[in-house]
């Protein structure tokens, strides 16, 4: 009896916050999010809704090679922080920013002859990643890439809030080769971080540059669930429930007289 008593609470519960919902018009969010991805910047923009809804970092501000691996903290850009886990190679540390004119030995990274992130990712075990963490939720993201997964079997991909971004087509950034491209994405929630992770055995660095970040007018918000809102329309339910009943009884007893 407790047992079925506990369903039945549950199940009114449940049925309460559904039938709000349904007169409220809440849409509860879906665990997972869903992508867009974009290979042209001004279709990107369009999607977001024009240039008052992103916000563009070029890096300019640094006048020196800057690292941000293995840093406590990471590395402060304004609007978010720079992280990462790299390696040295000949004898340059990565990921960092590289400031113009580039020093690296890797000309290849270069995307406008302007200063830039030098990212990573991969690695013997998959362990090197170069990560973007925003200081306010958004939903969409973008940059201009040169030298990204030209290197098999390396597999680089972007993950937002640890979901890969995939949408259904591409679930990884195309090959970017010497001719720098724009790669970026719009989601249907909001996340707060960018990674790029590998998934092959051999690491690839990439130049990235011009990032772009906002809010896409196509995302939808998120409904918060109150516990308070959630009791008042149990309460609410119940209450009709007991009206309902009440109404019954009435007229089973006037039916027998």
């Known amino acids: 009896m407790i047992m079925s ?3 039945r609470v549950n199940g009114i519960f449940g049925g309460s916050i559904a ?3 349904t007169v409220l018009g809440i849409s509860f969010p879906a665990n997972a999010l869903m992508f867009t991805t974009y290979t042209d910047r001004a279709t990107w923009q369009a999607a977001v809704g024009g240039t008052d809804n992103f916000s563009e970092e070029n890096f300019n501000s640094f006048t020196t090679d800057t690292l941000f691996k293995d840093t406590i903290s990471g590395l402060d850009v304004g609007e978010f922080t720079l992280d990462g886990d790299g390696f040295v190679n000949s004898s340059n540390d990565i990921p960092r920013i590289e400031s113009a004119p580039l ?3 890797f000309p290849e990274i270069n995307v406008n002859n302007s200063t830039l992130v030098h990212g990573l990712a991969g690695g013997s075990s998959s ?3 170069t990560s973007l963490t925003f200081d306010s939720p958004i939903t969409a993201f973008g940059a201009e890439f040169n030298n990204v997964n030209e290197n098999a079997p390396q597999n680089t991909q972007i993950k937002a809030d640890g979901e890969v971004v995939d949408d259904g087509t591409i679930d990884s950034i195309p090959t970017i080769d010497f001719t720098s491209s724009f790669f970026g994405f719009t989601a249907d929630g909001s996340f707060t971080e960018v990674e790029f992770k590998g998934t092959g055995t051999s690491s ?3 130049g990235m540059d011009n990032v ?3 809010s896409s007018s196509s ?3 998120p409904f918060e669930f109150s516990p308070t809102l959630g009791l008042l329309a149990v309460g609410g339910v119940l209450g009709v429930s007991r009206v309902r009943k009440r109404l019954a ?3 089973i007893t006037k039916e027998l007289s």
């Open 249 to 251: 009884t009435q007229k």
């Open 204 to 206: 690839d660095g990439f």
């Open 219 to 221: 995302a939808s918000v």
């Open 212 to 214: 772009v970040y906002g």
């Open 5 to 7: 008593r506990n369903l």
């Open 103 to 105: 020093s690296s030995p």
């Open 127 to 129: 362990s090197f990643f």
């Open 19 to 21: 039938v709000l919902a």
